[in-house]
């Protein structure tokens, strides 16, 4: 059974940081696109990040790019999102998710095959 699991969602001040992590058991994240979704009270998902199957060159959504970092620890087989200057704007809900293509773009969580249960983000002052 696939299970992706995050953490490390909280509460913090503008111009603040977090790591979100995003454990996975019964596949190698290595061996799978990983992506980084949000869902904003009220909003639709928005794709924020993702790295490709079989390689870890990042993508960002522009609204995160140069403040948001991610990266996969093959040895632990979690995914991480680093984010530093965090705004308002980026209070959501935060879930991970594998895709069988080569990379996942989506935001939908229909066009993943695994999806995780969500970790809270919220900045505020």
């Known amino acids: 059974q696939v299970q992706l699991v995050e953490s490390g969602g909280g509460s913090v001040q503008p111009g603040g940081s977090l790591t979100l992590s995003c454990a996975a058991s019964?596949?190698?994240?290595?061996?799978?696109?990983m992506s980084w979704v949000r869902q904003a009270p009220g909003k639709d998902f928005e794709w924020v990040s993702g790295?490709?199957?079989?390689?870890?060159?990042?993508n960002y959504a522009d609204s995160v790019k140069g403040r948001f970092t991610i990266s996969r620890d093959h040895t632990k087989n979690i995914v991480y999102l680093q984010m530093n200057n965090l705004q308002s704007e980026d209070t959501a809900v935060y879930y991970c998710?594998?895709?069988?293509?080569?990379?996942?773009?989506?935001?939908?969580?229909?066009?993943?095959?695994?999806w995780g249960q969500g970790t809270q983000v919220t900045v505020s002052s």
């Open positions: 998710g594998a895709c069988s293509g080569y990379v996942c773009y989506d935001y939908r969580p229909s066009r993943y095959d695994h």
């Open positions: 019964g596949i190698t994240v290595s061996g799978v696109a």
């Open positions: 790295v490709y199957k079989d390689h870890d060159s990042p």
